[in-house]
């Protein structure tokens, strides 16, 4: 005779649970350790002189620090918007079921599949002034063409953008294009029987169905732009100076060449309390989803 409770045991999460345990654990104390390293005035090596919170007053009197965090929140928003509009518009025009789809998904969707360090040093030779874009549209004979963002402290952290929304937007399009196409078909019948223009039945009855795959695509976006390194550190290293400088990069920056792990990881606990900040609006959806149901 079967015991009562062992109906309720998944084999999935029973096989899976030794692995979980063990990386939470890790986790957790890999952060709390972090964490108190942030407290110490550590520097080469860690120590255990904790000297409070003088680690992260002067992460926020670094001129350094506050540059990376201005870019990190023009980054943010120019990327996420960027990334929601293109991926958007591409799912939608996929979703017309043209010819060569396929096609035209796997192309989109291509940039997704590079490292970050192959999309920057690509977008690196196309955008350098020497031999790049610039220079091609002047031996074309428009000798006064310029574009130089790469190298102007103006406008180095859109140049940045463009290649971030280049590899991202056809990510966003799958995901949007998925959801798409899991849309009740009778919706679309009922709007063409009543002559709804497509326009507004995907404004104002499809797009509103797709909020719970918005707010998933945003939290990723967004967790993808507080640890972006790889990209600035291809295209830029930083500069120049440290006009494209991000968080991420000052806190590796810190750890591995400046020897001052205790700021490295005041800066590395804030980027944690960005992380948290990004990933709550999607567990408060789904606690709020699942009270509905």
Not at 75 to 86: N, P, Q
Not at 118 to 129: I, K, S
Not at 167 to 188: C, K, N
Not at 260 to 272: D, E, K, Q, S, V
């Amino acid at each position: 005779m079967q015991k009562p409770f062992a109906k309720k045991i998944n084999p999935g999460a029973a096989a899976l649970s030794p692995a979980i345990i063990i990386v939470l654990v890790v986790f957790v104390i890999c952060v709390i350790y972090s964490l108190a390293l942030s407290l110490t005035d550590s520097k080469l090596v860690p120590t255990y002189n904790f000297v409070e919170f003088k680690q992260y007053a002067r992460l926020f009197v670094s001129s350094r620090w506050m540059t990376s965090l201005q870019n990190l929140i023009v980054f943010g928003i120019v990327y996420i918007i960027g990334c929601l509009t293109l991926g958007l518009l591409l799912a939608i025009a996929l979703d017309q079921k043209i010819r060569g789809e396929n096609i035209f998904r796997t192309i989109f969707l291509y940039p997704h599949a590079l490292s970050y360090v192959v999309t920057g040093l690509a977008w690196q030779w196309f955008m350098n002034p020497t031999f790049g874009l610039q220079e091609i549209v002047r031996n074309l004979g428009f000798t006064s063409f310029t574009f130089d963002w790469l190298v102007n402290s103006d406008t180095v952290i859109y140049a940045i953008i463009i290649a971030a929304l280049w590899q991202g937007s056809g990510f966003i399009m799958a995901l949007l294009l998925a959801s798409l196409r899991g849309v009740d078909q009778e919706i679309w019948k009922a709007a063409k029987i009543d002559g709804i223009p497509t326009w507004r039945t995907y404004v104002h009855i499809v797009l509103p169905s797709l909020t719970p795959m918005i707010t998933f695509c945003v939290v990723l976006l967004a967790v993808s732009v507080v640890k972006s390194y790889d990209l600035v550190v291809a295209m830029t290293a930083g500069g120049p100076g440290i006009a494209s400088e991000l968080p991420a990069k000052f806190v590796v920056d810190n750890l591995f060449e400046r020897n001052n792990i205790g700021l490295a990881m005041a800066g590395a606990g804030m980027l944690l309390v960005s992380v948290i900040c990004a990933a709550t609006p999607l567990f408060v959806l789904q606690l709020l989803r699942r009270k509905q149901r």
